[in-house]
């Protein structure tokens, strides 16, 4: 009888370690972005539309030892081209923690930084792709 009981406890904890793991892929890259973002602080500034598109500086604050994959920038539903220092290197490369100051980062066919919104994509671990809110106009 014993073994029966050890064995259906087992058994039971195995069962619901699988029925949660599909829980914890779905809400655990939601709770990371809220409670442990990427980079904070973020202050565009010096933003000037060009023929192009919009060019401006920026300053944020790395929080966290991620590698970068990505920025993605929106204006309504349209994701926009985004040139890291267009007149220098255009490889974004991962910076290390503290304060950054970049630019200018030219985002075009962007009619000014209202309105508009960007998410930056790190990996910070093996489960999944970190998503930080970078910018919200």
Same mark, same amino acid.
């Given at each position: 009888?014993?073994?029966?009981?050890? %064995?259906?406890?087992?058994?039971?904890?195995?069962?619901?370690?699988?029925?949660?793991?599909?829980?914890?892929?779905?809400?655990?890259?939601?709770?990371?972005?809220?409670? %442990?973002?990427? @980079?904070?602080?973020?202050?565009?500034?010096?933003?000037?539309?060009? +023929?192009?598109?919009?060019?401006? $500086? @920026?300053?944020?604050?790395?929080?966290?030892?991620?590698?970068?994959? =990505?920025?993605?920038? $929106?204006?309504?539903?349209?994701?926009?081209? @985004?040139? %890291?220092?267009?007149?220098?290197?255009?490889?974004?490369?991962?910076?290390?923690?503290?304060?950054? $100051? =970049?630019?200018?980062? *030219?985002? +075009?066919? *962007?009619?000014?930084?209202?309105?508009?919104?960007?998410?930056? $994509?790190? +990996?910070?671990?093996?489960?999944?792709?970190?998503?930080?809110?970078?910018?919200?106009?």
């Amino acid at each position: 009888m014993f073994k029966f009981t050890k %064995f259906s406890s087992s058994l039971l904890v195995v069962g619901m370690s699988l029925a949660l793991t599909p829980a914890f892929f779905a809400v655990g890259p939601v709770l990371e972005a809220r409670w %442990f973002p990427v @980079v904070r602080d973020v202050e565009l500034s010096h933003d000037e539309e060009t +023929r192009e598109g919009t060019s401006f $500086y @920026v300053r944020f604050r790395k929080v966290r030892h991620c590698e970068f994959l =990505a920025l993605v920038w $929106y204006e309504g539903p349209v994701r926009l081209s @985004v040139d %890291f220092e267009p007149h220098g290197e255009d490889i974004p490369e991962t910076r290390p923690l503290g304060a950054q $100051y =970049a630019g200018p980062w *030219l985002v +075009r066919d *962007l009619h000014g930084i209202k309105d508009s919104r960007a998410h930056v $994509y790190h +990996r910070c671990h093996p489960l999944w792709t970190t998503i930080t809110t970078f910018f919200e106009g």
